[in-house]
């Protein structure tokens, strides 16, 4: 399919179960149009990196992820060489009479004893339609955040081995982060930026009769109540779409059409990923979840 009009953007994420609004298909209109990468941010189970697989599902593309956490290198996320094939390769020559002294160095230096990471993946695509996704950027540290920088500028790698390496088509690049920190200016402004809130009362109804087919509308409407009233309160963690979507499919699984204490109380471990927003459920800001999620019920009957 192709992304030739923002409303062809909204159609296609339709299509892939994703429901958007019109700022996001803007931003991933111009990402495409302008080849640009697109920095997705907000917190973490908002439908960020939703994004980037449904687009790769739409443009027929491959999707590639490199998971970033602290610590990664430019090693990890690029290429290294098959140290073992190498050694096992000059030992076969060794043993078919060759010196061990005149192992051919030049010939195992090449692509098939290569391995690929995402990066160099995504650069040398052959001319394939590619996404690359950037997971969670905020999670590695500034100096792979400035080889980032250089690689998205260029799209291209050098391999002192084999020569330079450059994108024969460039891959659409998606970037995510959840703000664990402050990323550095020059990376953003490689980048279109697009912050993804929690959803709407009204979105998040949309996006559960989406991706749970069979939710009542009435169970549906106190579930977006019940997590539009959490997401005011100072817990650790505040639940996500992604966290939504799980309680509803539990719900579902359990045979219940109605909110109730119990269930709540029996499910909290879908909802909440932490001992400490576990037990602050308990206080009185319970009745306050209640009372949102009865008021959305009524709301709709």
């Keep these: ?19 958007s609004d019109r700022a996001l298909a803007t931003s991933i209109f111009l990402a495409v149009k302008l080849e640009k990468p697109l920095f997705l941010e907000g917190e973490s189970g908002v439908g960020k990196t939703e994004v980037a697989k449904v687009l790769a599902q739409t443009l027929g593309a491959d999707l590639i992820r490199l998971q970033c956490y602290e610590g990664l290198d430019a090693n990890s996320a690029l290429y290294e060489w098959n140290y073992p094939k190498q050694l096992l390769a000059m030992r076969l020559e060794a043993a078919d009479g060759h010196g061990r002294e005149h192992a051919p160095v030049k010939q195992i230096f090449t ?113 977006c109540g019940f997590m539009e009233q959490a997401r005011t309160k100072d817990f650790f963690k505040k639940p996500g779409i992604a966290e939504s979507l799980d309680w509803a499919s539990a719900l579902l699984a359990l045979g219940r059409r109605t909110l109730d204490e119990s269930t709540v109380s029996d499910t909290l471990g879908v909802i909440f990923k932490y001992r400490e927003d576990v037990e602050r459920i308990h206080d ?11 008021r959305a019920a009524q709301a709709g009957s």
């Excluded at 953007?9 to 179960?17: D, E, F, N, R």
């Excluded at 319970?286 to 949102?292: E, N, T, V």
Aim: with cysteine.
């Design 284 to 294: 009185a800001s319970m009745r306050g979840l209640f009372d949102a999620a009865r």
């Design 111 to 223: 692509r098939e004893f290569l391995i690929e990471r995402p990066l160099l993946k995504a650069i040398d695509n052959q001319g394939r339609p590619t996404v690359l996704l950037i997971d969670e950027v905020d999670r590695c540290d500034q100096e792979f955040e400035a080889f980032l920088l250089e690689v998205l500028s260029d799209f291209q790698i050098t391999i002192p081995e084999l020569g330079t390496i450059r994108a024969t088509r460039r891959p659409v690049v998606v970037l995510t982060s959840n703000r664990t920190r402050e990323l550095n200016d020059a990376l953003k402004r490689r980048c279109l930026y697009h912050w993804i809130a929690y959803p709407t009362f009204e979105k998040e109804l949309a996006i559960l009769k989406t991706k749970v087919p069979g939710l009542p509308e009435s169970l549906g409407r106190q579930i």
């Design 1 to 19: 399919m192709t992304l030739d009009s923002i409303d062809a953007v909204q159609q296609a994420l339709a299509a892939g179960a994703y429901v």
